[in-house]
């Protein structure tokens, strides 16, 4: 079965990417933790802009990516960080072929 990724870039409201992070925590943090759907999960703190936060995803297969988007506890999340976020956050979605990852 072929892997899916999904690449994600939000900007938030001035000064609130560290409100996102701790949202990120609260509801998302232990569920990804526990996911063995969800093999690769990269947050990571743009270094040029203080608002702007990169995720990185790579689930097992698509169904498992889809499930997680349609979950309540992923809605209920959305719903507290939408308020945060300065536009729509840019998604992209596709294949890895290759990854490599050691010291995270």
């Given amino acids: 079965m072929r892997k ?8 938030t409201k001035p ?4 409100d996102l992070r701790r949202l990120w925590d609260q509801h998302l943090r232990g569920r ?7 093999e690769l999960y990269l947050v990571i703190e743009d ?22 988007a349609s979950a309540p506890w ?3 999340y959305m719903a507290a960080a939408s308020e945060l976020f300065a536009g729509t956050p ?3 979605r596709g ?10």
Avoid at 4 to 11: K, M, N, S
Avoid at 49 to 68: S, T
Avoid at 95 to 104: N, R, Y
């Fill in 32 to 38: 990804v933790a526990a996911s063995a759907a969800q």
């Fill in 4 to 11: 899916t990724a999904i690449l994600i870039e939000i900007t």
């Fill in 90 to 92: 840019s998604v992209r």
């Fill in 15 to 18: 000064g609130t990417r560290s």
């Fill in 47 to 68: 270094e040029a802009d203080p608002d702007v936060l990169h995720l990185v995803e790579i689930y097992n297969n698509a169904q498992e990516m889809q499930r997680n």
């Fill in 74 to 76: 992923f809605s209920d």
């Fill in 95 to 104: 294949e890895p072929v290759w990854t490599k990852i050691a010291g995270c």
